[in-house]
């Protein structure tokens, strides 16, 4: 049998998105945005990774959990500012509800869900009232 050293990158668009639609967009959008490959990054800026994010963990028992720091840091930094315009869907949890936000201006917003939000932070974010 002949060997052939087929990589990754030689394959088609066409089968790069059917192997990457296979993962959690938010997985193929932290290792694969912003890498020194045009074709990728053209790639993994397409609607299908970028329209809804997921900015929260569910544990096995449902309570809902803010994903780790270095990982919103890098959302926050890299990805965000330059995918705003695809994002139509944000589920965050309070923790990192603030900082996610103000990270970019989402102009195709139109779904917002939050988790883990009490009267402090509802009047603290919404009201423009203090809790007292």
Do not use: W
Not at 39 to 57: A, D, G, P, Q, Y
Request: some cysteine; proline content about 2%.
């Amino acid at each position: 049998m002949n060997q052939s050293n087929v990589r990754f990158l030689d394959l088609p668009d066409e089968l790069l998105l059917i192997i990457l639609n296979k993962l959690h967009n938010m997985d193929v959008l932290y290792s694969l945005f912003d890498v020194d490959n045009q074709r990728l990054h053209k790639i993994v800026k397409e609607k299908t990774f970028t329209n809804t994010l997921t900015f929260v963990l569910t544990t096995i028992t449902g309570n809902v959990l803010s994903i780790g720091d270095l990982i919103t840091d890098r959302f926050c930094i890299n990805v965000l500012p330059n995918i705003d315009y695809n994002i139509k869907s944000l589920i965050l949890e309070s923790q990192s509800m603030e900082r996610i936000l103000l990270a970019a201006n989402y102009p195709n917003l139109t779904e917002l869900k939050l988790y883990n939000v009490n009267d402090h932070i509802v009047s603290r974010h919404f009201t423009g009232k203090k809790y007292q």
